[in-house]
Structures are given as C-alpha cells and as structure tokens.
C-alpha cells in the first residue's frame, strides 16, 4: 500500500472513530457516570476474587461499592 494510500486511511479511520464518539456521546447522556459504574463492578469483581483481604478492608470496601453503584444508578434514573 502506498504511503498516500495508508494516510487517507488513517485519516478516514480516526475520522469514523471522531463521528461515531460525537454520535455515543449524544446517545448516551452521562458516559462518565457509566464508566464510573462499570469500574466499580470491575473493582469489586477484582476484590471478591483476590487471594488476600487488603488489610482487612475488603468487607467494607465492597459494601462502599455497592453502596456507590446503587447512588451512580439512582441518579441516571432520575436524570430521564
């Protein structure tokens, strides 16, 4: 492929992956308060399974998760 070619290419894919970001952005109205919980359910996944109690602070972590995701959830609920 020429050098040309892979430019107007490369242009082309980080133009789609621009349009299709604005595109979710508008579909999805708080994308950070779904990250937000979807790294919360990774952390808590990762807790459950760890091989240690991190100092004794495991048991009231995951509660604070729960805690966190439960809110994270209210809110996007009263936000429609």
Same mark, same amino acid.
């Given at each position: 492929m020429s050098m040309t070619r892979r430019s107007t290419l490369a242009g082309a894919v980080a133009t789609a992956g621009i349009v299709l970001s604005a595109a979710t952005a508008e579909a999805e109205p708080h994308p950070q308060i779904r990250r937000a919980i979807n790294a919360l359910e990774r952390a808590k996944d990762y807790m459950q *399974? /760890? /091989? *240690?109690?991190? @100092? @004794? *602070? +495991?048991? $009231? /972590?995951? #509660?604070?998760?729960? $805690? /966190?995701? +439960?809110?994270? #959830?209210e809110a996007l609920r009263y936000d429609k």
């Open positions: *399974h /760890a /091989a *240690h109690d991190f @100092g @004794g *602070h +495991r048991v $009231e /972590a995951l #509660r604070d998760c729960d $805690e /966190a995701i +439960r809110q994270l #959830r």
